[in-house]
Nanobody, 124 residues
Framework: QVQLVESGGGLVQAGGSLRLSCAAS????????MGWFRQAPGKEREHVAG????????KYADSVKGRFTISRDYFVNTVYLQMNSLKPEDTAVYYC?????????????????WGKGTLVTVSS
């Protein structure tokens, strides 16, 4: 089992920045993939960014490329999502998730464990 706790959400004006954190505990993250997802009201959950725990290889949704950066701190089992140039359409609940074995597949159905989410609201 892996427990994931997100933090860092809040209200920000368009063009602003936020940094989300996801602290993991309970099981080694070696060989895993960790990702950030979001779900806006009335929409399906979508992948935002993912990272391979072992070597830091990253993957981004087209909608956030150049604005969001995913990173990890290997020593404190934490993944971050730096979000810059935020837009109102980025408003959503952001979830952290992990897959036990990294495959490069960051679709929501491929993830094994989920956090409870943190709300990000971007005002225009």
């Amino acid at each position: 089992q892996v427990q994931l706790v997100e933090s860092g959400g809040g209200l920000v004006q368009a063009g602003g920045s936020l940094r989300l954190s996801c602290a993991a505990s309970g099981r080694t993250l070696r060989n895993s993939g960790m990702g950030w997802f979001r779900q806006a009201p009335g929409k399906e959950r979508e992948h935002v960014a993912g990272i391979r725990w072992n070597d830091g290889t990253t993957k981004y949704a087209d909608s956030v490329k150049g604005r969001f950066t995913i990173s990890r701190d290997y020593f404190v089992n934490t993944v971050y999502l730096q979000m810059n140039s935020l837009k109102p359409e980025d408003t959503a609940v952001y979830y952290c998730a992990v897959t036990r074995v990294y495959s490069g597949n960051f679709s929501p159905g491929a993830m094994d464990y989920w956090g409870k989410g943190t709300l990000v609201t971007v005002s225009s």
